[in-house]
């Protein structure tokens, strides 16, 4: 299924790319969104981390050259740092039940970090939803309705 989540999305990602000229937040990244809609507050999570991703990186770079390469493997790791952080931290326990926020993936905040750089936050994160939704629907035509991830 995660093959098939990421297929789809890289594919779709190319056709929003090559149509639209925006990126949908990272080659991988609407792949997984879709797998994981089952978790919203997850989504939310991964959001909020490349949103904080977003402002080190643009802190950072009053300070420091940042261009090319460099910039998305800053990116990369500060999201990596977030997303550990976020995997100890943002699990908030509610009487019984927790609320799970913790990152998806690890490389996942960064990627949308650097995209909303690039394009800005909003274009970002709207081609990133439809993209997900898309593969989503996706999955479930192909997969008869049955996703389990």
């Not at 997984?32 to 999570?45: E, T, V």
């Not at 740092?81 to 490389?107: E, H, N, W």
């Not at 936050?121 to 008869?144: F, K, Q």
Request: proline share 3%; net charge positive.
């Amino acid at each position: 299924m995660t093959e098939q989540a990421i297929g789809l999305g890289l594919v779709i990602s190319l056709i929003f790319s090559e149509t639209l000229g925006l990126a949908a937040g990272g080659m991988v990244v609407p792949g997984y969104l879709a797998l994981m809609m089952h978790q919203p507050l997850r989504i939310l999570g991964t959001i909020l981390t490349a949103l904080a991703t977003l402002a080190s990186l643009k802190l950072l770079s009053g300070y420091v050259l940042i261009y090319g390469r460099r910039r998305i493997v800053v990116a990369v790791l500060i999201g990596f740092a977030f997303g550990a952080l976020s995997r100890d931290y943002l699990i908030v326990k509610a009487g019984d039940s927790a609320l799970d926020m913790r990152t998806i993936g690890f490389v996942i905040p960064g990627l949308m970090a650097n995209w909303m750089e690039r394009q800005g936050i909003i274009p970002t994160m709207s081609v990133m939803v439809t993209t997900a939704v898309l593969v989503r629907l996706l999955l479930m035509l192909l997969n008869g309705g049955n996703i389990i991830h």
